[in-house]
T-cell receptor, first 115, second 113 residues
Framework: NAGVTQTPKFRILKIGQSMTLQCAQD?????MYWYRQDPGMGLKLIYY???????DKGEVPNGYNVSRSTTEDFPLRLELAAPSQTSVYFC??????????????FGPGTRLTVL | DAKTTQPPSMDCAEGRAANLPCNHS???????VYWYRQIHSQGPQYIIH???NNETNEMASLIITEDRKSSTLILPHATLRDTAVYYC??????????????FGQGTRLTINP
């Protein structure tokens, strides 16, 4: 299994541009998550999904959109990029198991710079 | 959301046990404590989790106080590859079984030869 994969690894955007960060998992996990990590800080939840067609906002959703048309893929869309969106973006997935499980598996991250 | 408090940095000699403390005094009765680590800005890696009882796996041990207000992660024989930022996390329930990991700033653990 490849686990959680993310593309691209790095990207530089100009202010106002748009892009989609790709995330895919091959573990048949129901739950998927997008986090961002600013320098020296912990991760913050942007959006999450409990299954195909169902998404919800996390702590910091402004400036982002998501969709989940398949179990495997959970793309994150940035519209009108701003310097405040310069960050490292991590995608994660987990299996809906027994209470106390829910280990989240993380991808390698996408480092985004907005200039 | 319950918050966690960790020392910003710690050092440990290679081969010794590394004990990483965490305070989570506002944790609710049904919230789990998770530990993850992050090496060189890679994606966080799961280590261990617990609710009330002490837990052990092949990577580490987790000791949770009886009042659940604090916990300690123990790496029994630290190696240089254990140098990382360690996050003590409270897991918060979302809709339909989803779970949010609430990250603090973590402890930067340095293992010295």
């Amino acid at each position: 299994n490849a686990g959680v994969t993310q593309t691209p690894k790095f990207r530089i955007l100009k202010i106002g541009q748009s892009m989609t960060l790709q995330c895919a998992q091959d573990m048949n996990h129901n739950y998927m998550y997008w986090y961002r990590q600013d320098p020296g800080m912990g991760l913050k939840l942007i959006y999450y999904s409990v299954g195909a067609g169902i998404t919800d906002k996390g702590e910091v959703p402004n400036g982002y959109n998501v969709s989940r048309s398949t179990t495997e893929d959970f793309p994150l869309r940035l519209e009108l990029a701003a310097p405040s969106q310069t960050s490292v973006y991590f995608c994660a997935s987990s299996y809906s198991g027994l209470a106390g499980g829910h280990e989240q598996f993380f991808g390698p991250g996408t480092r985004l710079t907005v200039l | 959301d319950a918050k966690t408090t960790q020392p910003p940095s710690m050092d440990c000699a290679e081969g010794r046990a590394a004990n990483l403390p965490c305070n989570h005094s506002t944790i609710s009765g049904n919230e789990y404590v998770y530990w993850y680590r992050q090496i060189h800005s890679q994606g966080p890696q799961y280590i261990i989790h617990g609710l009330k009882n002490n837990e052990t796996n092949e990577m580490a041990s987790l000791i949770i106080t009886e009042d659940r207000k604090s916990s300690t992660l123990i790496l029994p024989h630290a190696t240089l590859r254990d140098t990382a930022v360690y996050y003590c996390i409270v897991r918060v329930a979302l809709i339909q079984g989803a779970q949010k990991l609430v990250f603090g700033q973590g402890t930067r653990l340095t293992i010295n030869p």
